[in-house]
């Protein structure tokens, strides 16, 4: 299995960035997909997951602001990133699970991508 995630960036507070995520070597439409995102000095957190159906969970922190989707005949999870802050800065990491519940905890993601940094400046 091969989680690939890029598209991120420097950007001013305020701007957008989307990020992407290749999957590869798993039948991705069984999966609920995930992205984590990890702050220096703070833990792994949730900031949106999306199950197999197409529903939906986004942190308290990033609601209204981020957007994710998945486009399963490409195997692609995507997370369009809003009015960006500073506290947003962290890599942001992509993961899959067979769990079908987009808000459960990391503990039940089994696999994970390489990350990719995002860093908002003030």
């Known amino acids: 299995v091969q989680l690939q995630a890029c598209g991120g960036g420097l950007v001013q507070a305020g701007g957008s960035l989307r990020l992407s995520c290749a999957a590869s070597?798993?039948?991705?439409?069984?999966?609920?997909m995930a992205w984590f995102r990890q702050a220096p000095g703070k833990q792994r957190e949730l900031v949106a997951g999306?199950?197999?159906?197409?529903?939906?969970y986004y942190a308290d922190s990033v609601k209204g602001r981020f957007t994710i989707s998945r486009d399963n005949a490409k195997n692609a999870l995507y997370l369009r990133m809003n009015s960006l802050i500073p506290e947003d800065t962290a890599v942001y990491y992509c993961?899959?699970?067979?769990?079908?519940?987009?808000?459960?905890?990391?503990?039940?993601?089994?696999?994970w991508g390489q990350g990719t940094l995002v860093t908002v400046s003030s």
């Open positions: 993961a899959a699970s067979l769990w079908n519940t987009p808000s459960q905890p990391r503990e039940r993601y089994d696999e």
């Open positions: 070597g798993l039948t991705f439409i069984r999966y609920t």
């Open positions: 999306i199950d197999r159906e197409g529903y939906a």
